[in-house]
């Protein structure tokens, strides 16, 4: 879910003159407060003698401190405690503190590491995350592709160390994205083009070889992810917090879907058969290592004829153990039934045959162990990875889909299996479409104010779906205490992740700017410790970004607590009244995070 782009990026003829005309602009529109959304004094939290600080004309007296979660939860009357200005990049369930702490007990062999490991819940923070100093409102998309304010993500680490390949350059009070990658420094558009010449023989691109979805798997800044929107194709791009310090909050800062995730022990959290494409460029991963197994990870996010594509040195070159590394590649790949279809100048594709025979006989002769195709009806969810490759049956038989624009209405087959008709689907899908013209109404902003948003309990995608014409991207997250529904909005075109709520999400803090809880909270009640209304307003308070919004619908004495705590969160509150899908009046509350900081 993209728009186009104003700006020209760093590769075209008249580059010189876009990047100085650009600049100047957002500097000159940054001290007019223009351009880039109000750019207003922030608001900020001081110490003093009386623990009281000026919020505008009114008062706050949240304390600073750093406090853990304790039970029962209390919160004084004054507001929750802010944190200390270190930990404004708090992550609870990527603490590389903690993680170092439990390395004994993890196979590093492995990366697991790499993986979520949450604090425990007495050891989390329970206090209002802050922005680092200097933090600015986001410079809005599209502009956001190309450039961020350098103080919101003050980090110098990639610039250096990977600005020789066109990830990111500073440029004053900025930085600048050229739209480079390890194995595409002149530009993911070339790149893009190249990948799409292999598949068809230079006949097409990506989109007329039928690529709509792809996963982006050590995806860095996520440019490549950026440069595919203009194809309408989308992607869900992680990886690590790891040694490439921050990668994925450049990629959040910029405006482009990502998560933090790892390929390592785990399955990832999403449906099987979800993608047409994954791509690998110089995302270091041993995919060689362990008889393959995340190699077969790869193959269960696969649909039916889609495509690895790997671009990494065992795919050129021959110095060291990569020609050891390449033939292994080969060697699992053609176990699992897979063939090369594409090697050049630093780039192998492999596309992932429509051959349950062929699957079938390597098993009989043991070269490939095959299991029973995966129960898609709940969600994949730490869940081990499976060292054999699933065989189809009646049930799971690819499914057909038409190009991404003819998704949205798609009603996929994986609903009828949990009980959810075609009828249910249709009513669901146009609610959406009217509720969404009521939501621009209520929230009363530009549409640019709005780029990065996630849906706390997507259902079936329709929220998402009535979006698709804004240029937004939609994060849709199906709690794993629900049923599967994220097959179905996979299927859509769509994006997004299985979660559960009782646990911190794997993102950045001020990640997103909407929120939107529908009838979820009440999910969690009574769910026990870590689930509380208070433990996942916090969450949402962290991954929301100053200014944004949070909308939130659910049972009344749900909607009156919130209305109590919100304050507390140093959130405004507004109420209205919309219909819900039974034409029934419900209350809608809308919360707006108050831009604040430490001084």
């Keep these: ?315 050129y070159r021959k110095d060291k153990n990569y020609p050891m590394i390449w033939d292994k590649l080969v060697n699992i790949t053609s176990a699992m039934c897979w063939k090369l279809i594409a090697k050049k100048v630093q780039t192998a594709i492999w596309k992932k045959e429509d051959d349950q025979s062929c699957l079938l006989r390597n098993a009989e002769q043991h070269i490939i162990d095959v299991c029973d195709a995966v129960d898609d009806s709940n969600p994949f969810w730490n869940k081990p990875l499976k060292n054999c490759v699933p065989v189809r049956n009646a049930q799971t038989n690819s499914r057909e889909l038409p190009p991404r624009a003819g998704r949205l209405s798609i009603y996929s087959e994986s609903l009828s299996r949990i009980g959810i008709s075609p009828e249910e689907f249709s009513s669901d899908t146009m609610y959406w479409q009217d509720e969404i013209l009521h939501y621009w109404e209520i929230l009363n902003v530009s549409q640019t104010e709005v780029r990065n948003i996630m849906d706390l309990n997507a259902f079936l995608g329709g929220f998402a779906a009535a979006l698709s014409k804004y240029p937004v991207w939609v994060m849709n997250i199906v709690p794993v205490s629900m049923k599967n529904t994220l097959t179905a909005i996979y299927d859509r075109g769509l994006i997004g992740a299985f979660h559960d709520w009782c646990e911190p999400f794997s993102t950045y803090p001020r990640t997103y700017d909407l929120l939107h809880a529908n009838h979820f909270l009440s999910n969690y009640q009574n769910s026990g410790e870590g689930c509380v209304l208070e433990d996942i307003m916090l969450e949402m308070d962290r991954i929301t970004r100053p200014k944004g919004f949070i909308i939130i619908r659910d049972e009344e004495p749900i909607i009156s607590r919130i209305q109590a705590l919100a304050p507390k969160f140093l959130w405004d509150v507004e109420s209205h009244v919309l219909e819900n899908k039974e034409k029934k009046k419900e209350t809608v509350l809308v919360c707006r995070k108050k831009f604040w900081a430490i001084v």
């Design 1 to 315: 879910m993209g728009g186009g782009f104003s700006l020209g990026t760093a590769f075209d003829s008249k580059s010189g003159r876009v990047i100085i005309f650009a600049l100047l602009l957002m500097v000159g529109s940054f001290y007019a407060g223009t351009l880039f959304g109000n750019q207003e004094p922030i608001y900020v939290s001081n110490l003093s003698s009386d623990n009281s600080s000026s919020l505008g004309s009114s008062k706050f007296a949240n304390s600073i401190a750093l406090t853990r979660r304790k039970t029962p939860i209390v919160i004084p009357e004054s507001g929750l405690d802010v944190c200390p200005l270190t930990a404004n990049e708090y992550i609870p369930c990527h603490d590389v503190s903690y993680v170092k702490t439990l390395l004994p007990t993890l196979d590093v062999s492995r990366r697991e590491e790499l993986e979520r490991h949450c604090l425990p819940l007495k050891k989390r923070l329970f206090c209002l995350v802050p922005p680092p100093e200097d933090y600015k409102i986001p410079i809005r998309w599209p502009i956001s592709r190309d450039y961020v304010w350098r103080s919101n993500v003050n980090h110098t680490h990639l610039a250096e160390v990977k600005g020789g390949q066109n990830w990111v350059h500073e440029k004053d009070i900025l930085w600048w994205f050229p739209g480079g990658g390890t194995h595409f420094k002149n530009g993911a558009t070339e790149y893009i083009q190249r990948l799409g010449d292999m598949i068809t023989n230079e006949t097409g691109d990506l989109r007329s070889a039928g690529v709509a979805q792809v996963l982006d798997v050590g995806c860095g800044v996520a440019s490549f992810s950026a440069y595919l929107l203009p194809l309408d194709i989308q992607t869900m791009s992680f990886a690590p917090k790891d040694g490439h310090e921050n990668q994925i909050q450049f990629a959040l800062e910029r405006g482009i879907g990502a998560m933090i995730s790892a390929l390592a022990t785990k399955q990832l959290p999403y449906p099987s058969s979800s993608f047409e494409m994954v791509h690998c460029s110089r995302c270091r991963i041993d995919f060689h290592e362990n008889d393959g197994i995340l190699l077969k990870e790869v193959d269960r996010l696969l649909r039916p004829n889609g495509y690895f594509v790997y671009s990494s040195p065992p795919a």
